[in-house]
Nanobody, 131 residues
């Protein structure tokens, strides 16, 4: 059974850093795109960053580009989101999700903006950026 478990959230001051981890089990990363989404109170869930499990290609939302870095370790079935220069507006519950993506599938820029593309979801981890 496919499962995703996030960890690493917490309270951090503006300008600080955090690294989120997503542990995958029950499926092989190679055939999936793994995405990080976030949902702030009263707002819709939005795609933050995605990585291709097959070739390591990446996508970043404009709001985090240059501040966040996504990476993966297929052997360990881990996906990471390193977040730098955090802002109060980054406060949200962050979710890890997996979308089946065969070779030649939709580009990450298309997949990563649509929650409906993702079949598996983690339970989320809260990131709070505050003084």
């Amino acid at each position: 059974q496919a499962q995703l478990v996030e960890s690493g959230g917490g309270l951090v001051q503006p300008g600080g850093s955090l690294r989120l981890s997503c542990a995958a089990s029950g499926f092989t990363l190679d055939y999936y795109a793994i995405g990080w989404f976030r949902q702030a109170p009263g707002k819709e869930r939005e795609g933050v960053s995605c990585i291709s499990g097959s070739n390591g290609g990446t996508y970043y939302a404009a709001s985090v580009k240059g501040r966040f870095t996504i990476s993966k370790d297929n052997a360990e079935k881990m996906v990471y989101l390193q977040m730098y220069s955090l802002k109060p507006e980054d406060t949200a519950v962050y979710y890890c999700a997996a979308a089946l993506r065969p070779p030649g599938g939709f580009p990450l820029s298309t997949i990563c903006v649509s929650t409906s593309q993702f079949q598996y979801w983690g339970q989320g981890t809260l990131v709070t950026v505050s003084e």
